[in-house]
């Protein structure tokens, strides 16, 4: 059953995680979407690409307000496609949320125990990984493209969450809307660092097929999934997407497919106070 599921609320295309929402009601998580025939900047949420910062900023605030969270809880970071994670204090609530100067500097991941704190990325065909560990009530998301997922920045999240009393079973990932294998074809460059991070070969088979020798079909999303079970995830807590960003033009901005003159999407979760 696919897990994301496409919304329109208040003229605001959007997916969302109903299952972890369900489950847990407190969360809030989800994943921007365009629509058909808008240009790049309509529904474009990061402040580095499009030449309207303000209506940027617009978009972040009406998205914020859809979601019931001020727009001082909007937190993000200058993605530059590592592996470098920070832990996300009531301190650091709102980072980025008007200007790219006041964003986390050259980090790809935030963890959060805090409540009124949404915790954002963005994204135009690379990984959005979501995190929720239930017995600490701790949210994070990650940007994982294909540096990302072979440096294992999932797996980095993960050990930083059994580090603070995380049980590794009881993690929950949601992997969301990204390139899929479909359009994603690489060469060695990105298949050997991926072909050393995967070290069973029959894992890599799943993540990588070659029809054209020194070429492969690689689906990121599963790659991140096999390291997300290396790390101690159940397979059982793993929701992985079908949706394909290059494919399905009509939701979703794509770097590849558009050679680069695109939006981005934003990941997003966090929490809201729990209701008695």
């Given at each position: 059953?696919?897990?994301?599921?496409y919304q329109?609320?208040?003229?605001?295309?959007?997916?969302?995680?109903?299952?972890?929402?369900?489950?847990?009601?407190?969360?809030v998580?989800?994943?921007?979407?365009?629509?058909?025939?808008e240009?790049?900047?309509?529904?474009?949420?990061a402040?580095?690409?499009?030449?309207?910062?303000?209506?940027?900023?617009?978009?972040?605030?009406?998205?914020?307000?859809?979601l019931g969270?001020?727009?001082?809880?909007?937190?993000?970071?200058?993605?530059?496609?590592?592996?470098?994670?920070?832990?996300?204090?009531?301190?650091?609530?709102?980072k980025?949320?008007?200007?790219?100067?006041?964003?986390?500097?050259?980090?790809?991941?935030?963890?959060?125990?805090?409540?009124?704190?949404?915790?954002?990325?963005?994204?135009?065909?690379?990984?959005?990984?979501?995190?929720?560990?239930?017995?600490?009530?701790?949210?994070?998301?990650?940007?994982?493209?294909?540096?990302?997922?072979?440096?294992?920045?999932?797996?980095?999240?993960?050990?930083?969450?059994?580090?603070?009393?995380?049980?590794?079973?009881?993690?929950?990932?949601?992997?969301g809307?990204?390139?899929?294998?479909?359009?994603?074809e690489?060469?060695?460059?990105?298949?050997?660092?991926l072909?050393?991070?995967?070290?069973?070969?029959?894992?890599?088979?799943?993540?990588?097929?070659?029809?054209?020798?020194?070429?492969?079909?690689?689906?990121?999303?599963?790659?991140?999934?096999?390291?997300?079970?290396?790390?101690?995830?159940?397979p059982?807590?793993i929701?992985?997407?079908?949706?394909?960003?290059?494919?399905?033009?009509?939701?979703?901005?794509s770097?590849?497919?558009?050679?680069?003159?695109?939006?981005?999407?934003?990941?997003?979760?966090?929490?809201?106070?729990?209701?008695?």
């Open positions: 059953m696919e897990p994301f599921k329109d609320f208040a003229a605001i295309p959007c997916f969302t995680l109903e299952e972890w929402e369900k489950e847990f009601p407190h969360l998580v989800g994943f921007s979407a365009r629509r058909k025939g240009d790049p900047d309509c529904r474009n949420y402040l580095h690409v499009g030449e309207r910062p303000e209506l940027t900023v617009q978009n972040r605030r009406q998205l914020a307000e859809m969270m001020p727009f001082a809880a909007w937190t993000c970071a200058e993605q530059v496609h590592g592996v470098e994670v920070v832990h996300v204090t009531g301190e650091d609530r709102g980025g949320n008007t200007t790219r100067e006041s964003a986390f500097e050259n980090t790809d991941g935030m963890l959060t125990k805090e409540t009124d704190v949404l915790l954002t990325a963005f994204f135009a065909d690379c990984v959005p990984l979501y995190f929720y560990s239930p017995e600490l009530d701790m949210v994070g998301v990650a940007h994982a493209g294909w540096k990302g997922t072979v440096g294992k920045i999932g797996t980095k999240v993960i050990d930083l969450l059994a580090q603070a009393g995380a049980d590794r079973g009881n993690i929950r990932v949601a992997i809307p990204s390139i899929g294998p479909c359009c994603y690489v060469d060695d460059r990105v298949y050997e660092p072909e050393r991070a995967i070290a069973d070969p029959l894992a890599l088979k799943r993540v990588a097929v070659s029809h054209i020798p020194g070429k492969w079909q690689l689906d990121l999303r599963k790659a991140n999934a096999e390291l997300l079970k290396q790390a101690g995830v159940k059982e807590h929701s992985v997407t079908k949706w394909c960003t290059s494919c399905d033009r009509d939701y979703f901005y770097h590849r497919r558009d050679r680069g003159k695109t939006g981005r999407m934003v990941a997003w979760i966090g929490k809201k106070e729990r209701r008695s």
